[in-house]
């Protein structure tokens, strides 16, 4: 993966540091976070912020392969 070196806000950075301590995140793991969720709202306009959340959760398990089937009866 290539990375590109951009200047952000003081405060932006600081205040990612601070959720990426609480959330077990590096601070550039954190801003990619943001960003993703930003995207995905932006292109999304009409989906409340937990549906997104939970989506991007949903991904990450189906990634991991702990999914399990959902019987709909």
Known sequence: MAT???RL???L???ATIMAKALNRTPPKQIE???KIGEIMED???LPYEFVK???IAAA???AG???SYDFG
Do not use: M
């Open 9 to 11: 806000d003081q405060a």
């Open 33 to 35: 976070h943001w960003a």
């Open 13 to 15: 950075v600081e205040k």
């Open 61 to 63: 398990e189906r990634e």
């Open 66 to 68: 702990k999914l399990e």
């Open 44 to 46: 999304n306009p009409d």
């Open 4 to 6: 590109t070196s951009v």
């Open 54 to 56: 939970q989506a991007i």
